[in-house]
């Protein structure tokens, strides 16, 4: 999600720094590849939608906005054709996702999108400046050389969830955010 989101901002002429707390990105892509890298499905976008249930409402707009045959045609873009399987899933015909994340990166840094490795979020702004668009926010960071504070004209949290821990996804920043006066529901499987 936040690789998606610095290349969509990126393309729209935003300057995006990227931080991330790992020592390099794309680390739960790169499982998720690990048995092939299914990237989506082949079938009629209902069919599709329909396997969302309760959620799909929510999601109808956001999956009409970038389809499967979309996804596909992202990632050719990349030089990374697909293919269907026998099952209809999508795959990558390297079946693997460390080509495509490679080319994405490289992407994304043709589009000036710049890296920070090793920056673990540690404080956020006030939440008065959380909800005041024209506020800058200041975010503390733990990194190699010590506290760093950056400030941003916008910021997009791409934090991930609380299910891969040794992947940088550990659900820390729930507390985190609540303290900032961020209503922000409990993770649940």
């Known amino acids: 999600a936040g690789l998606m989101a610095a290349e969509v901002l990126a393309a729209g002429g935003v300057a995006v720094t990227v931080y ?3 020592p390099s ?9 690990r048995g092939g890298l ?3 499905h082949s079938e009629a976008i209902e069919r599709f939608l329909s396997r969302y249930g309760t959620a799909r409402p929510h ?17 050719a873009a990349l030089g ?21 994340l490679r080319a994405w990166l490289h992407r ?7 890296f920070h490795m090793r920056h673990r979020w540690v ?4 939440a008065t ?22 400030s941003s004209a916008a910021t997009v949290l791409a934090l991930g969830g609380g299910s891969w821990a040794r992947l940088g996804c550990d659900g820390a920043w729930v507390a985190s955010l609540r303290e900032l006066g961020v209503q922000v529901a409990d993770l649940k499987p």
């Open 108 to 114: 994304l840094r043709s589009q000036g999108v710049r």
């Open 59 to 75: 999601l109808r707009g956001a999956i009409e906005a970038f389809t499967p045959g979309m996804l596909r045609e992202w990632s």
């Open 129 to 150: 400046s959380l909800t005041s668009p024209s506020t800058p926010r200041e975010w503390v960071f733990e990194t190699p050389h010590g506290r760093q504070t950056y």
């Open 123 to 126: 404080e956020g702004s006030t």
């Open 38 to 40: 299914n990237l989506t």
């Open 25 to 33: 990105v794309g680390r739960k892509f790169l499982l998720a590849g």
């Open 20 to 22: 991330e707390r790992m």
């Open 80 to 100: 990374q054709e697909t293919f269907v399987g026998t099952s209809g899933r999508v795959f990558p015909q390297a079946m693997k996702s460390s080509p495509l």
